[in-house]
């Protein structure tokens, strides 16, 4: 007996130091939608800022009603990344009134790292 994996769509958001990027997609991984900080206008040290996040979420949310995305439908929130937009990309989609489902942390992680270089010799 198989048991029903629940599909949601998908808001991927990757923060970085320089820039936060968020890309919407459906069920199946196709992606929907995408924006950026840059996309939304914000150029140079702007899109470095906390609200660069805000903006860019902001701005998908819109990117998606005009595609008629249901926003009752259920999210699937992934965070990758500890960039300065994190949080207040988090925000912005709770403050949209989207139904999250689900969030998750995508971040990579290192579990052993590179092998260090042998000791010097003198």
Not at 66 to 94: T, Y
């Amino acid at each position: 007996m198989e048991m029903a994996v629940p599909k949601y769509n998908t808001i991927h958001v990757q923060c970085t130091k320089n820039n936060t990027v968020a890309c919407l997609t459906d069920m199946n991984d196709r992606v929907i939608t995408t924006t950026s900080a840059g996309m939304c206008g914000l150029k140079n040290a702007r899109k470095k800022t906390p609200d660069s996040g805000y903006v860019a979420l902001v701005d998908l949310i819109k990117r998606a009603s005009l595609k008629n995305i249901d926003p009752m439908s259920g999210f699937h929130v992934k965070l990758k990344g500890f960039g300065i937009g994190r949080d207040q990309a988090f925000r912005a989609i709770l403050a949209s009134g989207w139904r999250i489902l689900k969030i998750s942390d995508t971040t990579p992680h290192r579990h052993k790292g590179c092998r260090p270089p042998k000791k010097r010799r003198l």
